[in-house]
Structure formats: C-alpha cells, structure tokens
C-alpha cells in the first residue's frame, strides 16, 4: 500500500523561500519524484531522490530522507510564475514505472 | 523532439457511451502510463504499458482498458461512461520506464484530454 501527505495549500510572497514536505509510507520505495503543475497544463519534472540527503538545482531543492519516510522541496527567491501545484510522487521498487502522486499542493505567490 | 501528444483535446460525452482517447509518445520511448486527474483525488495511475504488454494496472474498475500498439503509439478505453469518470486524463511516456539500478526514468507529460461527461 501507499499513504502520501503534503499540505493542501501554501502560500508566500515574491522573493521568500518556502518550503514544501512529504511524508509518504510505501512498500519497496525506490525514489522520489517533484513534478510542477500549473493550473490547466500537464505536470512537468522537477527532481527525481533516490539516494538521501540534498539535491540542488538552481531555485528548487529537494531533500529525502528514506529512512524517515520525508521529503521535501525547496523553492528559494520565489517568482509569481511558481504559484502552481506541487506533486509528490513516490515510487515502487516493483519493477515497473508505477508512480502514486499525493494530491498535491497548491502554492499561491503574491506580490 | 515532438513532446507527448493527446487527442482529442476535450470531449463531452452522455452517461452510458463509451471513448477511446489516444497517445502519441516521445520518439523511442516505448513506456506509456496513463492518469486519471480529478479535483478530489488528485492525480491517479490508470496502466501502463511497455512494448505492446500492460505490466501494471492501478484500481479502477473493467470499464478502463488500454493497448499499445506497434509504434509505441497507446490508446484508453472507458465504456458505459459514468458521470465519475469526467476528468483529465494525462498520458505520460518514458524512455524504458527505468532506469539504472533499478531506478525510475522521468516520465514526460503530454497535455491531457478534458472528458467531461453529462
């Protein structure tokens, strides 16, 4: 089975950082993936944990923690263009792509 | 390189008819899963397929159903539509599906197609 959680909705101002967690419980983990999501468009990749610790890539971060069950993203100098969801995505070592999206959170940036 | 294509775009549709929605992957990616988007559940794994084969499937019920053909190219099937079933179905295809030590490829998106039924 799989249980994700990450908070529903965020908001911040231009310029902030803020900081988005996940706690997940699956069985046979094999990584994490951060997708974006604006509103209407298709999810697109931010980043893909499989090892612990932080993985920096420009204004997003994301860190895991496998032995926690936790990860989160970062997202540091915050434009208006961010405001989007933020999915989570953990996957299963079951040999196949099968990835279970949390339902996401929606950040708002305002000026 | 063409990204993930969808058609048809949007698509209403009466309880009790069914529709076939279809994908077109990324050139020489073979694996393409499917997702159900909704308000309410958020984003949630149909199948997917891999050479032609479907080698995973999530919980929904017979009435979804998919293939892949030849070219990689995939098509879902929902029969005897129920008002539930209005979503956004994305399409999203991947190299192989995985990677390196049993790690995941990116998946990449294709735009969806809004079914909206009445």
């Known amino acids: 089975g799989q249980n994700i959680d990450q908070p529903t909705e965020m908001t911040a101002t231009e310029g902030a950082i803020v900081q988005i967690n996940c706690t997940y419980q699956t069985s046979g983990f094999n990584g994490l993936f951060w997708y974006q999501q604006h509103a209407g468009e298709a999810p697109t990749f931010l980043s893909y944990?499989?090892?612990?610790g932080l993985e920096e890539k420009g204004r997003f971060s994301s860190f895991l923690s496998r032995s926690k069950g936790y990860s989160y993203l970062l997202l540091k100098e915050l434009q208006m263009k961010d405001s989007a969801s933020y999915l989570c995505a953990p996957g299963r070592n079951t040999g196949f792509q099968k990835l279970v999206f949390g339902t996401g959170t929606r950040l708002l940036v305002s000026p | 390189k063409a990204g993930v294509t969808q058609t048809p775009r949007y698509l209403i549709k009466t309880r009790g008819q069914q529709v076939t929605l279809s994908c077109s992957p990324i050139?020489?990616?073979?694996?393409v899963s499917w997702y159900q988007q909704t308000p309410g559940q958020g984003l949630q794994f149909l199948f997917e397929?891999?050479?032609?084969?479907?080698?995973n499937k999530g919980n929904f019920p017979g009435r979804f159903s998919g293939r892949q053909f030849s070219n990689s190219r995939s098509e879902m099937n929902v029969s005897t539509l129920e008002l539930g079933d209005s979503a956004l179905y994305l399409c999203?295809?991947?190299?192989?599906?995985?990677?390196?030590?049993?790690?995941?490829?990116?998946?990449?998106f294709g735009p969806g197609t809004r079914l909206t039924v009445l």
């Open positions: 999203a295809s991947s190299p192989t599906g995985r990677g390196r030590q049993g790690t995941y490829n990116e998946q990449f």
């Open positions: 050139s020489g990616h073979r694996s």
């Open positions: 944990n499989v090892l612990d």
């Open positions: 397929y891999f050479s032609e084969t479907q080698r």
